[in-house]
């Protein structure tokens, strides 16, 4: 291993990269859990994801790599740096939806290995470290709430709560987190004060963005805000066919104005960036021939801006206070926008494959939401085929895979050689 200069060092981690080597370790993480439909299900901390965390395990050692864990079970393959200074971190999540696809945060992991494995073939050492994480819990289907793993890695009071969370045979995260430690007895605990010097996520869009513009990579700015409500309704029961339209008090009519009302001022406060979504309804006595005594539904309200959520929250507080309906608020999350530096930083290594690409903000929540919190994060993206996530058709070109990891493997390099 010898010492280059940080372009010569990105521009050897990229050209090292092997497409062959990347496809054949996607397919291989793949059978742990795979569907007759040949899409993913692999529930965090379950067995399936223990068997496929030790492939991962074997795989980080083979390329010399120590590997460490943490309170909740996250997994960290760790390449040694020359010097004694922060790791610079990338990674995503291995577990799955129940019908998940083979891409969803296997993804980032994987490319990440094989940035260490193109390092490690271009005999290029580093400055600091690079560590490859595997964040437990992302997708949140098995405990709730999701990003269990990298939000307790940045904030370790979370894990006390997070540990009475249960699955729907009563099983409990602290039963799952003492079953990991059954299973890999000889992991050390990483210490707990290694602060990272930046961190990576290279992730499919899930989303048509990327698709619809024809450009293969997309630089991440950020991630949009969101808020939670749940809005309760209420009317008086009747009997369908004999209560004038005069006389009733009917609490479905009630919401579907009100849902009008609401997606209406949505979209005027956050115009083309608004996401507004009318997904659960609860309808009583849920009857056909019975006028709705009470209808209770949900708002899912998301935007990059912080300013038009807050006036989102005030126009819905006096549309519910006008029409006396009783509003809960489930879920909030302000929108995070990543590191400008690191931003500009992705641009080079993008710019550095020739590639066009987008900068975009982010539609999902990622584990790279929380680790912003910890050090300087921003995101990578690959296009989604049809933009479908979540979903065993999940798919993203082969060329589209290889070179999203190039970009990864030529910024990771740099990073690992800033002072
Ligand atoms: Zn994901």
Same mark, same amino acid.
């Given at each position: 291993m010898t010492p280059h200069r940080t372009d010569e060092a990105a521009r050897l981690a990229s050209g090292h990269v092997s497409p062959a080597r990347l496809l054949a370790s996607i397919e291989a993480l793949a059978a742990f859990g795979t569907r007759p439909d040949h899409g993913v299900d692999r529930p965090a901390l379950s067995a399936t994801d223990f068997k496929a965390r030790r492939h991962l395990i074997e795989r980080a050692y083979a390329l010399g790599c120590t590997v460490t864990t943490d309170a909740c079970a996250n997994l960290f393959m760790r390449r040694a740096g020359t010097e004694d200074l922060a790791p610079v971190m990338t990674g995503s999540h291995i577990d799955t939806q129940?019908?998940?696809?083979?891409?969803?945060?296997?993804?980032?992991?994987?490319?990440?290995?094989?940035?260490?494995?193109?390092?490690?073939?271009?005999?290029?050492?580093?400055?600091?470290?690079?560590?490859?994480?595997?964040?437990?819990?992302?997708?949140?289907?098995?405990?709730?709430?999701?990003?269990?793993?990298?939000?307790?890695?940045?904030?370790?009071?979370?894990l006390e709560r997070y540990g009475r969370a249960a699955d729907t045979s009563g099983t409990t995260l602290a039963d799952a987190l003492d079953a990991h430690r059954r299973t890999f007895p000889g992991l050390a605990m990483r210490a707990?004060?290694?602060?990272?010097?930046?961190?990576?996520?290279?992730?499919?869009?899930?989303?048509?963005?990327?698709?619809?513009?024809?450009v293969p990579l997309g630089v991440v700015s950020g991630i949009q805000g969101v808020?939670?409500?749940?809005?309760?309704?209420?009317?008086?029961?009747?009997?369908?066919?004999?209560?004038?339209?005069?006389?009733?008090h009917d609490a479905m009519t009630l919401a579907i104005a009100l849902g009008t009302e609401i997606e209406t001022f949505a979209t005027a406060l956050g115009r083309e960036h608004t996401r507004v979504t009318f997904g659960r309804w609860s309808v009583t006595p849920n009857s056909i021939n019975?006028? %709705?005594?009470?209808?209770?539904?949900? #708002?899912?309200?998301?935007?990059?801006? =912080?300013?038009? /959520? @807050? *006036?989102?929250?005030?126009?819905?507080?006096?549309?519910?206070?006008?029409?006396r309906v009783a509003t809960e608020s489930l879920f909030s999350h302000e929108p995070v926008r990543f590191d400008d530096a690191l931003i500009a930083h992705l641009g080079d290594a993008c710019?550095?494959?020739?590639?066009?690409?987008?900068?975009?903000?982010?539609?999902?929540?990622?584990?790279?939401?929380?680790?912003?919190?910890?050090?300087?994060?921003?995101?990578?993206?690959?296009?989604?085929?049809?933009?479908?996530?979540?979903?065993?058709?999940? %798919?993203?070109?082969?060329?589209?895979? #290889?070179?999203?990891?190039?970009?990864? =493997?030529?910024? /990771? @390099? *740099?990073?690992?050689?800033?002072?």
């Amino acid at each position: 291993m010898t010492p280059h200069r940080t372009d010569e060092a990105a521009r050897l981690a990229s050209g090292h990269v092997s497409p062959a080597r990347l496809l054949a370790s996607i397919e291989a993480l793949a059978a742990f859990g795979t569907r007759p439909d040949h899409g993913v299900d692999r529930p965090a901390l379950s067995a399936t994801d223990f068997k496929a965390r030790r492939h991962l395990i074997e795989r980080a050692y083979a390329l010399g790599c120590t590997v460490t864990t943490d309170a909740c079970a996250n997994l960290f393959m760790r390449r040694a740096g020359t010097e004694d200074l922060a790791p610079v971190m990338t990674g995503s999540h291995i577990d799955t939806q129940p019908t998940g696809g083979r891409l969803d945060g296997c993804y980032g992991v994987l490319a990440g290995i094989e940035c260490i494995a193109a390092l490690n073939d271009a005999g290029v050492s580093t400055r600091r470290p690079l560590e490859v994480v595997a964040w437990t819990n992302e997708e949140g289907t098995r405990f709730q709430p999701g990003a269990m793993g990298s939000s307790a890695f940045v904030d370790p009071a979370l894990l006390e709560r997070y540990g009475r969370a249960a699955d729907t045979s009563g099983t409990t995260l602290a039963d799952a987190l003492d079953a990991h430690r059954r299973t890999f007895p000889g992991l050390a605990m990483r210490a707990e004060q290694d602060r990272a010097h930046a961190f990576i996520e290279l992730h499919i869009e899930q989303g048509p963005q990327l698709e619809l513009a024809n450009v293969p990579l997309g630089v991440v700015s950020g991630i949009q805000g969101v808020r939670w409500y749940a809005l309760t309704c209420k009317g008086v029961a009747a009997h369908a066919g004999t209560t004038p339209m005069h006389a009733r008090h009917d609490a479905m009519t009630l919401a579907i104005a009100l849902g009008t009302e609401i997606e209406t001022f949505a979209t005027a406060l956050g115009r083309e960036h608004t996401r507004v979504t009318f997904g659960r309804w609860s309808v009583t006595p849920n009857s056909i021939n019975t006028i %709705a005594s009470e209808v209770t539904f949900t #708002v899912d309200f998301r935007h990059p801006d =912080a300013d038009v /959520l @807050a *006036a989102f929250d005030h126009r819905l507080a006096q549309c519910a206070a006008r029409h006396r309906v009783a509003t809960e608020s489930l879920f909030s999350h302000e929108p995070v926008r990543f590191d400008d530096a690191l931003i500009a930083h992705l641009g080079d290594a993008c710019a550095a494959q020739g590639g066009r690409m987008l900068t975009l903000t982010s539609g999902a929540f990622h584990d790279a939401i929380y680790l912003a919190k910890h050090c300087p994060t921003a995101m990578l993206f690959v296009p989604s085929r049809g933009g479908i996530s979540h979903n065993p058709n999940e %798919a993203t070109d082969d060329d589209h895979l #290889v070179l999203g990891t190039r970009a990864l =493997a030529h910024a /990771l @390099a *740099a990073l690992c050689n800033e002072s």
